[in-house]
Structures are given as C-alpha cells and as structure tokens.
C-alpha cells in the first residue's frame, strides 16, 4: 500500500458526459501527479500541482483539468468524454516535486479505470 | 525532448533464469533513470532509480540496474527470476527542463514460466 488512495476504483459513463476523478496524496507529500495509462498512448503525464499550484503542463487535454485543494486531495475533471478517454487514470504524489526534489520518489495510487461508452 | 526505449514488449523467462529487461534513453542533459513494477490491477512501484553516483543501483525484490552513459542504456536485470516475478515493468527517464516530468517507456510484460 503506497498511502495513496483514489476513488472511485472504477467508472462507468457515457460520451459527451463529465466526470471527476480524486486523490489524496500520502501524508506529508505537497506534489500530486496525474498520469493516464492507455493501450494505445502508454503511460503519459498530465499534469503536476504542488501544494496548491499548477507545476508541470504534460500532454493533458483542453478537455480536462485538474486542481489541488488546501488539504493537498486532488481531483481531475474530465469532460465531453470521448471513447478514447477510456483508460487507467493514476495519481502520484511525492514529498516536494520542485527542481532539488526531482528526485524524490512518486508514489502511485492504485488507479482510476475509466470505462467510456 | 527526452525519450525511453523498452526493447521488447513481451519477455518470457523460467523460473530461475536470468531476467534482463532492455532500457535505452535519450536525454539531452545528465538523466534520472528509474524501473517501476505494476502488478496486475495495482498502480505502479519504484523498483530502483539512478541519480547521481554510483552507476549500478540495486532496487528491491533482487533486481539491479546499470547506467551505461556512452551506450544511454539503463537495463533492468535478476539474477533468478521468481514466479512473483511476473509484472509489467516500466522504465522511466526525467532530464529536468521546465516541463517537468516523467517520460515512461511502453513497459515490458514479464512472464515467468515454472
């Protein structure tokens, strides 16, 4: 158990609606990450926030966004879904995330799967 | 930009064989190199990662890794593959920059055959 967590575990929903994916980040970690694993694209980041501030821009969506709350939990909207959003979305989190703590490790959570009909 | 290399989609191995998972990266700059594990229906694990120093990181669960510099290589090895073994394995790279993140290779699908 890498501290963690998501919800929900799994989604089910239909093209052109909305959803919000959440996480909470281990205790002490200021740095969320957002990545999305597809068949076809890979592991691919989305975006980081530290504590409280967009950090890194990846090859997230007009279509998403995401923001990170006064108590560090993070949610990642998705909307105007599309069949090829349907993929394991992760969230991370490390203890700093700026430039000297690029090295720090990122801990996963266990995922949100995303089911697009 | 950077970018990582997985050679090879599938491995397949048995029980007690040496496993080696192929990485090659590009980096324009000094690369941060990691090897992650995912299980099936679980998120992803830090098995090693190199930063600075010392070229051959050892990881948990027995696995190592060597950073070869002139050949932008950071293979994943075992000496003696184990059942538990079986996972996909990702190998990541972070060269710094404003765009901070990490780049993941496709992964590698690690089966162990008793």
């Known amino acids: 158990d890498s501290g963690v967590t998501q919800t929900p575990k799994h989604l089910i929903t239909a093209t052109g609606q909305r959803v919000t994916l959440r996480c909470s980040p281990r205790?002490?970690?200021?740095?969320v990450y957002w990545y999305q694993q597809s068949l076809d694209q890979g592991l691919q980041f989305l975006i980081q926030y530290y504590n409280g501030e967009e950090r890194a821009k990846g090859n997230i969506l007009e279509r998403f966004s995401a923001q990170q709350f006064p108590d560090l939990h993070s949610e990642l909207n998705l909307s105007s879904l599309e069949l090829g959003d349907s993929a394991l979305y992760f969230c991370?989190?490390?203890?700093?995330?700026?430039?000297?703590?690029?090295?720090?490790?990122?801990?996963f959570g266990p995922g949100t799967r995303l089911t697009v009909l | 930009a950077q970018s990582v290399t997985q050679l090879g989609s599938h491995v397949s191995v048995s029980e007690g064989a040496l496993v080696l998972l192929r990485c090659n990266y590009s980096?324009?700059?000094?690369?941060?190199l990691f090897w992650y594990v995912q299980y099936p229906n679980q998120g992803l694990q830090l098995l090693l990662k190199y930063t600075t120093g010392a070229t051959l990181v050892k990881g948990i669960n027995g696995f190592e890794a060597e950073f070869k510099k002139s050949e932008t290589s950071f293979h994943l090895t075992k000496p003696s593959a184990h059942m538990s073994d079986a996972a996909e394995y990702f190998c990541a790279v972070f060269s710094g920059g404003s765009n901070y993140k990490l780049t993941f290779g496709k992964g590698t699908l690690l089966t162990v055959n008793p």
């Open positions: 991370a989190s490390s203890v700093s995330g700026t430039r000297v703590g690029v090295t720090d490790t990122q801990y």
């Open positions: 980096s324009s700059v000094p690369p941060y």
């Open positions: 205790s002490g970690d200021l740095s």
